[in-house]
């Protein structure tokens, strides 16, 4: 199984709702990622997980909670957003290197997204 | 981390070879170089990487001068299945973060 799994597809929350994005994957990755990304912008990246600990956050606002319940799932729980913060929410997962030298960069494989509208 | 330039768009018809160049002036001697390709609506998906040298694979093929501060990647015979936006990425190993640049916007025409 080469596949990263996103639920829900689309997702429409009022300012004052809580909800939760879910991924999921089963190739036995022990890294994983969370990436926002507005129409025509590349992703960026809000937090990686290694290991099931967080080891990047990239100063995302405290409305964005994300948990690494286990292994093969990672959890990103939203509260109080913003319009603004309407965008496609990009799960990847990557095998985790921490040996030194130059071995290649981790191929990170993206579930399809959530697609978030913040009324 | 190692900034990367692209060109922003690209029109190509159809059959033709379409070749991307991409500016990294600043890689550090451990970064790889990897290109990833994204579909509207859809999550990025890696196409090709490599260090040095030249890279081929079924879909791609990636040129990397000696000074390494600029790579190629060279689709073969597109179709318009190939329109999507493309992005190069530099990176190195155990080091999780990197950053997509703005990525090239590929245009196949019949």
Same mark, same amino acid.
């Given at each position: &199984? %080469?596949?990263?799994?996103? %639920?829900?597809?689309?997702?429409?929350?009022?300012? %004052?709702?809580? $909800?939760?994005?879910? !991924?999921?994957?089963?190739?036995?990755?022990?890294?994983?990622?969370?990436? $926002?990304? $507005?129409? $025509?912008?590349p992703?960026?990246?809000? =937090?990686?997980?290694?290991?099931?600990?967080?080891?990047?956050?990239?100063?995302?606002?405290?409305? =964005?909670?994300?948990? !690494?319940?286990?292994?093969?799932?990672?959890?990103?729980?939203?509260?109080?957003?913003?319009?603004? &913060?309407?965008?496609?929410?990009? !799960?990847?997962?990557?095998?985790? =290197?921490?040996?030194?030298?130059?071995?290649?960069?981790?191929?990170? =494989?993206?579930?399809?997204? %959530?697609?978030?509208?913040?009324? | 981390?190692a900034k990367t330039t692209q060109p /922003?768009?690209?029109?190509?018809?159809?059959?033709?070879?379409?070749?991307i160049t991409c500016s990294h002036?600043?890689i550090?001697?451990?970064?790889y170089i990897t290109w990833y390709q994204?579909? #509207?609506?859809?999550?990025p *998906?890696?196409i090709i990487q490599g260090?040095?040298?030249? +890279?081929?694979?079924? +879909?791609?093929?990636l040129?990397i001068?000696?000074? *390494?501060?600029s790579s190629t990647l060279?689709? #073969? *015979?597109?179709?318009?299945?190939?329109?999507?936006v493309y992005y190069c990425l530099v990176g190195?190993?155990?080091?999780?973060?990197v950053t997509f640049g703005i990525g090239t916007?590929?245009?196949? /025409?019949?």
């Amino acid at each position: &199984d %080469t596949e990263v799994t996103q %639920t829900p597809k689309h997702l429409v929350m009022g300012m %004052t709702n809580k $909800k939760s994005l879910k !991924c999921e994957q089963h190739m036995g990755h022990r890294a994983m990622y969370w990436y $926002k990304q $507005k129409a $025509k912008k590349p992703p960026e990246l809000m =937090f990686v997980y290694s290991y099931e600990k967080l080891s990047i956050n990239e100063s995302v606002p405290s409305r =964005f909670s994300p948990e !690494c319940p286990n292994s093969s799932l990672l959890n990103l729980h939203l509260h109080a957003l913003q319009p603004e &913060d309407s965008a496609l929410y990009l !799960c990847a997962s990557s095998q985790d =290197f921490t040996s030194g030298g130059p071995i290649s960069y981790n191929e990170q =494989f993206f579930g399809p997204g %959530t697609r978030l509208t913040v009324l | 981390l190692a900034k990367t330039t692209q060109p /922003i768009s690209m029109d190509s018809y159809e059959g033709q070879e379409v070749n991307i160049t991409c500016s990294h002036n600043n890689i550090a001697t451990n970064d790889y170089i990897t290109w990833y390709q994204q579909f #509207p609506s859809q999550g990025p *998906r890696f196409i090709i990487q490599g260090y040095k040298t030249k +890279v081929t694979n079924e +879909v791609a093929s990636l040129f990397i001068p000696a000074d *390494r501060k600029s790579s190629t990647l060279s689709l #073969p *015979r597109v179709s318009l299945s190939d329109t999507a936006v493309y992005y190069c990425l530099v990176g190195a190993g155990g080091y999780q973060k990197v950053t997509f640049g703005i990525g090239t916007k590929l245009q196949v /025409i019949p």
